[in-house]
Nanobody, 121 residues
């Protein structure tokens, strides 16, 4: 079992930055692939970024490449999402998730409760 708690969201002006954190409980954090997702009002949940257990591999949605950086600290059981150059279209609830590779994909089994990011123009 992995329990996830996000923090760091807030209200910022366009062009600003935020650092989201996701603290995990449980001793298996370092074996899980971690991902960040977001859901804007009236829209479905979308993938933002992911990182492999050893931080060797990262993946990003095209819409956030160059602005968002995912990282993790396995000693602290925490995954981060640094968000720079925020745009109003980044407004969403951001969720972290923990999963395992399954075939060519990843199955995310554990989800946090989300943290709200609101960007004003």
């Amino acid at each position: 079992q992995v329990q996830l708690v996000e923090s760091g969201g807030g209200f910022v002006q366009a062009g600003g930055s935020l650092r989201l954190s996701c603290a995990a409980s449980g001793r298996t954090f370092s074996s899980h692939r971690m991902g960040w997702f977001r859901q804007a009002p009236g829209k479905g949940r979308e993938f933002v970024a992911a990182i492999s257990p050893s931080s060797i591999t990262t993946n990003y949605a095209d819409s956030v490449k160059g602005r968002f950086t995912i990282s993790r600290d396995n000693a602290k059981n925490t995954v981060y999402l640094q968000i720079n150059s925020l745009k109003p279209e980044d407004t969403a609830v951001y969720y972290c998730a923990a999963g395992q590779s399954q075939g060519a994909g990843v199955k995310y089994d554990y989800w946090g409760q989300g943290t709200q990011v609101t960007v004003s123009s």
